[in-house]
């Protein structure tokens, strides 16, 4: 199904990125914005999800939209919560899927991208953080991507601007922003979504367990290059 109220333009004869996880598709948008038509899959529904949106198991769906799209190239966020280290001393389990998503993907033959926090187990994975200048964003944000592709790894310099914390809105002092979960105002839900640059997100949650679309328009760049069989380009 399409989210009507919220859909993006999309050119019908773009390559096409499957984003499974998708949640509000942060992660989708800046795949967009590189060039592809994006279709999206979660298991919750996603009713400010801008793309054509599945709703159910992502791996039950993958043979499916494989068919149905033929896809040049697979996106996948598998829950984070199982290697954050904000879970340390929670006595939840949570789901462990890079595993399995890496092994779908790979099933496919396709250029994939795997993405999580830090911790996860990625292999040989290339770190983005809000601050790097190919991304542009006032967070400091780390999120890694493994690909069975050469994604080349930015300059990461050291983080020497302040950042806010416990919920507070940047100053001038402390100009950038820490996003993460909570009890928070509507005044910080929506400066966070400007920050995050995700400005149809509507929830907290949304926002905090987005991917900045900035990203995965780094990503893009690259991997629309490697779709084509391009030369791979430099950082």
Not at 44 to 51: I, L, S, V
Not at 105 to 111: D, E, I, N, S
Not at 122 to 140: D, S
Request: charged share 20%; hydrophobic share 40%; proline share 11%.
């Amino acid at each position: 199904m399409v989210n009507p109220e919220s859909a993006v333009a999309v050119a019908s004869n773009a390559p096409v990125v499957l984003e499974l996880f998708s949640c509000a598709s942060g992660a989708g948008m800046g795949y967009h914005r590189a060039g592809f038509r994006v279709v999206a899959v979660d298991i919750e529904p996603q009713p400010r999800n801008p793309f054509p949106f599945f709703q159910g198991d992502a791996f039950h769906l993958l043979p499916q939209l494989l068919a149905q799209f033929h896809p040049a190239a697979l996106h996948g966020s598998p829950p984070c919560q199982a290697y954050s280290p904000l879970n340390a001393y929670n006595k939840k389990v949570y789901p462990d899927l890079v595993d399995r998503t890496r092994e779908a993907f790979a099933a496919t033959g396709l250029p994939y991208v795997i993405e999580n926090v830090p911790q996860a187990p990625l292999r040989n994975p290339t770190l983005l953080c809000g601050a790097m200048a190919e991304v542009g964003l006032r967070v400091y944000r780390h999120r890694s991507f493994e690909t069975n592709w050469h994604l080349p790894q930015p300059t990461h310099l050291p983080h020497r601007e302040r950042c806010t914390r416990n919920g507070y809105l940047p100053t001038p002092e402390a100009p950038f922003m820490s996003i993460h979960g909570g009890k928070h105002s509507k005044a910080w839900r929506e400066r966070a979504a400007l920050e995050m640059d995700v400005p149809w997100m509507g929830t907290i949650r949304e926002v905090c367990e987005a991917i900045p679309p900035r990203y995965t328009e780094y990503i893009g760049g690259h991997l629309m290059a490697a779709v084509r069989g391009e030369p791979a380009r430099a950082a």
